[in-house]
């Protein structure tokens, strides 16, 4: 196969990966389309830390709500490279960025199906498919976030990994690991009792991101390509 062959190829495959997206945007919709005739006037749409309901919408807006909200998150991540003064670096890592819209669109998805799910009746078990579903979704934001590059609205985003390639790399480098370990956590308390589960969770993931970005000034620091964050690259 010749390299022309090659590019040919994978101009297609990133033409069709962005239209996996949309394929999801669409099944929300028709999820909410066919589930609204059997939807109540007021469907549970918030549940508490102990899987209890707390919150209530209208069925119009219990229906397409996450589905609009979808639709305005793929938009706007389509639109944040034109405007990103680093656009340039988005091909960079196209691939990931398109996996990372895919993954919390799946995860949208999933939260539309429980909050439907729960407005024809059938129990939901939040306190389990929460924590199970963001620990997931950490889980492959951080297979995914080492290949991010710079830029100034994806990723690990401080004063230091935005003015300094080193920093950059290494903090997505070990953001990675740091992620992934965040939502393994989040996924395993769903298995605990929840006065322990969460506030597990919060203190893993506010030490892990206090930690990240002290990691970033370091690196940063003893860098001697460090420059003008505004600067392009």
């Not at 709500?65 to 340039?88: H, N, Q, S, T």
């Not at 919390?104 to 199970?132: C, E, N, T």
């Not at 934001?141 to 935005?162: E, H, K, Q």
């Amino acid at each position: 196969m010749s390299w022309d062959t090659l590019i040919v190829a994978g101009r297609h495959g990133g033409q069709m990966r962005k239209w996996i997206p949309v394929l999801v945007v669409l099944v929300a919709l028709i999820a909410s389309v066919w589930a609204y005739p059997n939807l109540p006037e007021r469907i549970p749409t918030h549940w508490d830390l102990d899987g209890n309901v707390n919150g209530y919408s209208s069925r119009l807006w219990g229906a397409f709500g996450l589905p609009l909200a979808m639709v305005i998150l793929y938009a706007g991540m389509r639109f944040l490279p034109i405007v990103d003064p680093r656009r340039e670096n988005y091909a960079k890592f196209a691939g990931a960025y398109d996996g990372i819209i895919l993954a919390v669109l799946l995860f949208m998805l999933g939260i539309h199906a429980i909050v439907l799910r729960a407005g024809m009746g059938h129990p939901i078990s939040m306190q389990k498919v929460l924590p199970l579903s963001l620990g997931l979704l950490f889980i492959v934001i951080g297979t995914l976030l080492p290949r991010a590059r710079s830029n100034f609205f994806v990723g690990i985003r401080t004063p230091w990994t935005l003015s300094s390639e080193k920093s950059w790399e290494k903090t997505h480098h070990a953001g990675g690991y740091v992620f992934a370990f965040i939502g393994l956590v989040m996924a395993a308390s769903a298995f605990l009792p929840i006065s322990t589960g969460w506030p597990v969770v919060w203190v893993v993931t506010a030490c892990a991101i206090l930690g990240l970005v002290v990691y970033s000034y370091l690196v940063w620091r003893d860098d001697p390509d460090k420059h003008n964050m505004f600067s392009p690259r």
